[in-house]
């Protein structure tokens, strides 16, 4: 692993080596980022969250407080609300179904709300939006909002940017 000084990196975080991460990278207090993740520049990991090994997290996309993300891809602009959960093993602890299954694909510009859990193997559509508390056991479609346990689709979410960013 490579520093550089356009990282902030805040008191009690722990980077473990072989990792490989972007520049304007930041962290909250108490982060934890394990070995074998490719994570890209403007990256933020939130207090006490947890990136356990072989993410691959893309160029600016938020992961906030008390997230954890394993064996996941996160593509460009994507934002995971606080104590998202991503899980790696459909049939814990099977070592053989998290590397046949793997984690979630969460693809570019979507947004995943607070306390939501993705299971294993799971993709989450492109400016896909899944409410706050829902557990996403099914692929969910490019610009679709879903909610719920288990969640399902709501909406549409709008190609468009929102008016205030």
């Known amino acids: 692993m490579k520093t550089n000084n356009t990282w902030i990196i805040r008191s009690g975080t722990v980077i473990y080596k072989g990792s490989t991460i972007g520049d304007h990278f930041q ?4 982060a934890i980022i394990r070995e074998q993740n490719s994570i890209g520049a403007d990256v933020t990991v939130g207090v006490n969250s ?15 407080t008390g997230a954890f993300v394993e064996s996941t891809v996160l ?9 998202v959960v ?4 459909p049939y ?7 590397s046949q299954t793997g984690g979630a694909h969460v693809k570019q510009g979507a947004a995943i709300g607070a306390q ?31 909610s719920g346990n288990p969640a399902r689709v709501t909406g549409k979410r709008p190609s468009r940017t929102h008016p205030h960013s």
Do not use: R
């Open 27 to 30: 962290t909250g207090h108490n």
């Open 92 to 98: 814990p602890p099977c070592k053989t179904c998290v």
């Open 116 to 146: 939501a859990t993705i299971l294993p193997g799971v993709i989450i559509g492109k400016n896909a939006l899944v409410g706050a508390g829902s557990v996403v056991t099914k692929d969910v479609p490019d610009n679709t909002i879903v």
């Open 86 to 89: 991503f899980t790696n093993d």
């Open 50 to 64: 947890y990136i356990g090994p072989g993410n691959t997290i893309g160029n600016n996309v938020k992961i906030h």
């Open 75 to 83: 593509e460009d602009d994507v934002v995971i609300g606080p104590h």
